[in-house]
C-alpha cells in the first residue's frame, strides 16, 4: 500500500511540473501598457499630423479694425487650433445703412463663420480678407489695396459664432498696390461683396448720395 501511495505523488508531482513549464520561444503577453502603468502608444500605422494649410492671397495690407467676437485671438488661453478648411468657411458682408449721404462715410461688416464642429483658426487680416467696391462690373475699390492695418491676423473659430470685421471706405477709387489715382466716386449704385482668396460672399447693394 506504501509503495502504491508513493509513486501516485510521483505521477501527480511529474504533471505538476509540466504544467508550470513555459513553451520555449513564446513571448510574454502585452497588457498595453508600459512599466510606469502608462499606455503603450501603438507602434507605427497611426497617422501622422498634417502642418495646416496657410490661406494664400496676393493681396496688400488693407484698411480694417481688430476683429470682434468671443472668439477672438487669446480666447482659447494660448491654444492654437489648426487652420479650418476652406470648405468649412462662410464669409458674408453687410452695410451699416442702405444709403449715405455726400458727408457720410460708407461702413461695411465682414463676418467670417466656421461650420465645422472642433475649433479652428482663420487669418482674417487684410492682406486675407478683403472688402471690394464695384460700380456695375467695374472694380473700384479694395480694402487691400493701399497697404494700412494688420496685413496677417489671425483668430481662433468656433462653431457658428461670427468673428466680424469692420472696414470704412474713403468713396475714392483705388488700385492694387496703390497704383494710380484716387478719384472721388460719383453719387450712384455700388456693391460691395467680401473676398478671401477663392472665397467670395453674396454681394450688397447700397448708393451715394
Known sequence: MLAGALATLAVAAWSLSQALMV???????????????????????????????????????????KPTSSTSP??????KPRFCSWHSVVISVSAT????????????????????????????????LALVIKEGPARLWSSAD???GAGSLVTALRQGVPTVVTVSWNKKTSAPGCAGPANPAPAGRYTAYAVDGSLVSTPVTFRLG
Open 146 to 148: 493701399c497697404g494700412k
Open 74 to 79: 487669446g480666447a482659447f488661453g494660448g491654444f
Open 23 to 65: 513553451e520555449p520561444g513564446r513571448p510574454p503577453l502585452r497588457t498595453g501598457h508600459g512599466p510606469s502603468g502608462a499606455a503603450v502608444a501603438p507602434q507605427g500605422g497611426g497617422p501622422a499630423s498634417g502642418a495646416p494649410a496657410h490661406h494664400r492671397s496676393g493681396h496688400t495690407p488693407g484698411s480694417v479694425t
Open 97 to 128: 445703412q442702405a444709403a449715405f449721404t455726400a458727408g457720410q462715410r460708407p461702413n461695411f461688416s465682414l463676418s467670417v463663420v466656421s461650420t465645422q464642429p472642433k475649433d479652428c483658426s482663420f487669418n482674417v487680416g487684410s492682406s486675407h
